[in-house]
């Protein structure tokens, strides 16, 4: 099952049962975090920080190989579209 042994890591991060619900629930694929509603940013931030607290010991290009490196970007791509859309809103 894809994402099993990440679902093992970030359980020892931290991540609550709904956050390892979230990510099964689009398939542990960068590919499909969805766009971010405002409401959701503190979600976004945490499992965005939960899924670095696993790569800490991994150098910079083994973050960019791994599942727990390309979620982590998917969703600090999510989050930066966001304040990107909000600051062109102001």
């Known amino acids: ?11 020892l991060a ?10 099964a629930s689009i398939g ?5 975090v969805p ?3 405002p409401a ?3 979600d976004y931030e ?6 670095n607290a696993t790569l800490k ?3 910079f290009a083994e973050r960019g190989e791994s599942l727990a490196g390309r979620l ?8 930066a579209d966001l304040r990107e859309k909000q600051e062109e809103d102001d």
């Not at 099952?1 to 359980?11: F, H, K, N, R, T």
């Not at 542990?28 to 499909?32: E, F, G, L, P, R």
């Not at 982590?72 to 989050?79: H, T």
């Open 40 to 42: 959701d940013v503190a």
């Open 57 to 59: 010991a991994e150098t």
């Open 28 to 32: 542990w694929s960068d590919a499909n």
């Open 46 to 51: 945490r499992r965005e920080a939960i899924l």
């Open 14 to 23: 931290g991540a609550s049962p709904a956050d390892i619900a979230w990510f």
């Open 1 to 11: 099952m894809p994402g099993s042994e990440l679902a093992d890591q970030l359980q």
């Open 72 to 79: 982590a970007a998917a969703i600090g791509a999510r989050l």
């Open 35 to 37: 766009e971010i509603e």
